[in-house]
């Protein structure tokens, strides 16, 4: 018999908008060419297309691109202080990429309870809200499998 998993009784995550998970030090967020069209028709770019200060090519793969401070291109920073710290929100939200959409549901954290604790440090949302029961958690993190 299979082991049972250690979040079998579901995990909490409900996003504060703190935008962590969209700045700071550089990363990638992928996209595929699919993922590209979506956005550009969501920004009514009629051809399709998104430039080189949206997205970038690495290797055979493509990646949002970030400001020089580290947000995401796409990060939009309120500048309203909440009491519990700034609010953010992504211009692209209904049609983000998997990536975004299945954070933070990701097999690199969800391999042990500590993965899980180490990215609750940096994003305030897990352990907290909603609560995601096994099978939903299942199919967000193989939906992206890394
Ligand atoms: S770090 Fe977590 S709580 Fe903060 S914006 Fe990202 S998902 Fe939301």
Redesign the pocket.
């Known amino acids: 018999m299979a082991k049972e998993k250690w979040y079998q009784a579901g995990l909490c995550f409900s996003?504060?908008?703190?935008?962590?998970?969209?700045s700071g030090d550089p990363g990638y967020v992928w996209v595929t060419k699919k993922d590209i069209a979506r956005i550009a028709e969501f920004l009514g770019h009629e051809e399709g297309k998104l430039d080189e200060r949206k997205v970038r090519r690495v290797g055979l793969r493509y990646s949002l691109t970030e400001k020089p401070n580290g947000d995401c291109i796409f990060l939009v920073r309120t500048g309203r202080r909440e009491p519990d710290g700034p609010r953010?929100s992504c211009a692209i939200h209904p049609v983000r990429p998997l990536q975004c959409r299945t954070?933070?549901f990701w097999t690199q954290n969800l391999r042990t309870a500590d993965d899980w604790n180490r990215a609750h440090q940096?994003?305030?949302?897990?352990n907290t809200g909603c609560h995601y029961d096994f099978v939903q958690i299942e199919s967000l993190r193989k939906k992206r499998k890394s």
């Open positions: 996003c504060t908008q703190c935008g962590n998970c969209c953010t954070w933070p940096k994003c305030p949302g897990m």
